[in-house]
């Protein structure tokens, strides 16, 4: 028996059973997600009055933000080694690096919705505002849990609660923001890239 | 029940590096790093291809592919899903599969035919 099988733990399955709960919670949320982007898909290119996204997308400035939101993901990554070698100065540091970056991302979106609404486009102008809107918000409202829940973890690392042993909890918010970063991707490439 | 050859259980403590991976399944920070630099060329590819006049014709796979490979790579080595149970796999997969799936029903749906420079369909 290998060292990976003697630490699993003892459930029925052999699998963290928060873990599990939160695959499958990040299964639903692709569900969620696909009907989005395939709303955004299904009526792209039917507006019937403008602005329209060749018009307003500003792929240098989403670049900046994919790419803030990829090095997020790796602050969230090295965060999670941190604490699980019991390193909780550098996982103090990661984690609260990972939120930031989130918050700089969010920044990026809130100065790109004003500068769409300043230029026309609302979620009432047309089918690209509604459908751009919606999917975007929602993806930028994932980003904000995430970063009240990094937050959350950072305090409780200030505080003391936070070591090794909670490493599985650390896990858990990584997973929840690495697929706020694949969502990322996908939207990245299918709305900004694909015109 | 013991994790199948060459792959952890859902938890567990920290061991001891070896190789890429440590004891528990998960990558070393310096597999992390490799993936994020990887990541990084890919975006700078995905939109360089954007600016480049002679992908054009191409654009739509290119872009898709590189995307997909992004995706994968977050997913296998950040999420550890290469590592980890099965189970995960599972959990993960059938519903992005199905999500696919129904993606591509409605867009045949609606916009009538697919073509490898688009949604050429949807005018």
């Known amino acids: 028996m290998t060292h990976a099988a003697a630490a699993a733990p003892h459930t029925s399955m052999g699998v963290d059973s928060r873990k599990m709960a939160f695959w499958a919670f990040i299964g639903s949320e692709c569900l969620l997600f696909g009907s989005l982007i395939s709303t955004y898909l299904v009526y792209k290119g039917r507006s019937v009055v403008g602005p329209y996204p060749h018009d307003i997308?500003?792929?240098?400035?989403?670049?900046?933000?994919?790419?803030?939101?990829?090095?997020?993901?790796?602050m969230m990554v090295l965060a999670l080694a941190a604490v699980q070698?019991?390193?909780?100065?550098?996982?103090?540091?990661?984690?609260?690096?990972?939120?930031?970056?989130?918050?700089?991302?969010?920044?990026?979106?809130?100065?790109?919705?004003?500068?769409?609404?300043?230029?026309?486009?609302?979620?009432?102008?047309?089918?690209?505002?509604?459908?751009?809107?919606?999917?975007?918000?929602t993806h930028g409202a994932h980003v904000t849990v995430g970063v009240v829940w990094l937050l959350t973890l950072w305090v409780r690392a200030l505080q003391g609660k936070l070591g090794p042993a909670n490493a599985m909890t650390v896990e858990i918010t990584?997973?929840?923001?690495h697929f706020v970063d694949v969502v990322w991707i996908v939207i990245f490439t299918v709305v900004y890239l694909i015109q | 029940?013991?994790?199948?050859?060459?792959?952890?259980?859902?938890?567990?403590?920290?061991?001891?590096?070896?190789?890429?991976?440590?004891?528990?399944?998960?990558?070393?920070?310096?597999?992390y790093l490799r993936v994020a630099a990887?990541?990084?060329?890919?975006?700078?590819l995905e939109?360089?291809?954007?600016?480049?006049?002679?992908?054009?014709?191409?654009?739509v796979p290119?872009?898709?592919?590189?995307?997909?490979?992004?995706?994968a790579l977050v997913v296998m080595f950040y999420m550890h899903l290469s590592a980890d149970s099965r189970v995960f796999s599972f959990l993960f997969g059938a519903p992005l599969v199905l999500a696919v799936v129904v993606l591509v029903a409605l867009l045949f749906l609606f916009l009538g035919a697919l073509t490898l420079r688009g949604a050429a369909g949807a005018g």
């Not at chain 1, 300043?118 to 919606?134: I, R």
């Open chain 2, 62 to 71: 290119v872009l898709l592919v590189l995307s997909a490979v992004k995706f």
């Open chain 1, 85 to 137: 070698r019991g390193d909780m100065k550098w996982g103090k540091i990661w984690l609260f690096s990972t939120a930031l970056l989130g918050t700089v991302f969010l920044g990026g979106q809130v100065i790109e919705f004003t500068d769409f609404v300043h230029k026309g486009l609302t979620l009432q102008t047309n089918l690209f505002g509604c459908t751009f809107f919606v999917l975007t918000g």
């Open chain 1, 174 to 177: 990584g997973l929840y923001w």
């Open chain 2, 1 to 31: 029940m013991s994790a199948p050859p060459g792959r952890a259980g859902g938890g567990g403590a920290t061991l001891p590096t070896t190789g890429g991976t440590r004891e528990h399944g998960h990558p070393t920070v310096g597999v």
């Open chain 2, 38 to 44: 990887a990541l990084v060329i890919l975006t700078v």
């Open chain 2, 47 to 59: 939109v360089g291809v954007f600016y480049v006049p002679a992908f054009h014709p191409v654009l």
């Open chain 1, 57 to 74: 997308l500003n792929i240098p400035f989403t670049s900046i933000s994919t790419f803030d939101l990829l090095m997020s993901s790796l």
